[in-house]
């Protein structure tokens, strides 16, 4: 996730609607996206639930330079606005309660200047895979690597991401949980906080956004 091919695009988007204007990270952790976008001259701040991912961002280069607040996604307020506001990798869907996704909206509202932006990157939820009958799906797999996605709430839109790795030292298995969500159901969102869609792309690259597309970069901007 950190590599150039990965960053380049992601950081290069985030830069040109950032403009002239400072960035606010929403779960920032240990700075893969902030710091390479603090690099382009953007002035980035941050907020994230862990001391531990942020004191891991302070102790890189650059990372002196990033204020961060200590607090919730859903509920922070850091006191100044911003042109820019992003939550990147599914990170929305670490808020695993459709209550708390609205509330991350009117978050990132709050802190949007007028004509600010917010900008989330997530996946399209993956249901079409699910076999009836079945509750997971394999996503991903590799050498000493197993993901499965089990959908354990369909109503609810919950699922746990179950991650299995073995190496030299052996085996364990890492979960995620958390809640996944259509397009339309974020446009509600950004309405409910005020804000108005301006772009949806398939990708960082702004590639179409297709029904086919399997994640989408969506942009959001409250009136002037």
Not at 128 to 152: M, Q
Not at 154 to 159: G, I, K, P, S, T
Not at 185 to 209: K, N, Y
């Amino acid at each position: 996730m950190g590599s150039p091919e990965v960053l380049g695009p992601t950081v290069d988007l985030l830069a040109h609607l950032a403009g002239d204007g400072a960035a606010l990270e929403l779960a920032i952790g240990t700075g893969r996206v902030a710091l390479p976008l603090a690099a382009r001259g953007v002035p980035v701040s941050g907020v994230d639930l862990s001391p531990d991912m942020v004191a891991r961002l302070w102790a890189k280069p650059g990372g002196d330079a990033v204020s961060v607040t200590i607090g919730d996604i859903a509920t922070v307020r850091v006191g100044r606005t911003h042109r820019l506001v992003y939550l990147v990798y599914n990170t929305i869907g670490n808020l695993e309660t459709q209550d708390r996704q609205v509330a991350c909206f009117a978050t990132a509202a709050a802190h949007l200047e007028p004509g600010g932006r917010f900008v989330v990157e997530v996946g399209v939820p993956d249901l079409r895979r699910l076999v009836p009958g079945h509750d997971a799906v394999v996503f991903a797999h590799a050498p000493g690597y197993v993901g499965i996605d089990r959908y354990d709430d369909l109503v609810a839109q919950h699922a746990v991401s179950h991650h299995f790795v073995a190496d030299g030292s052996g085996a364990r298995e890492v979960r995620t949980p958390f809640r996944f969500v259509w397009p339309s159901e974020l446009d509600l969102m950004a309405r409910l906080a005020g804000l108005e869609l301006r772009h949806r792309w398939a990708d960082w690259t702004r590639a179409p956004f297709t029904a086919d597309s399997p994640s989408h970069v969506s942009v959001w901007q409250k009136p002037a």
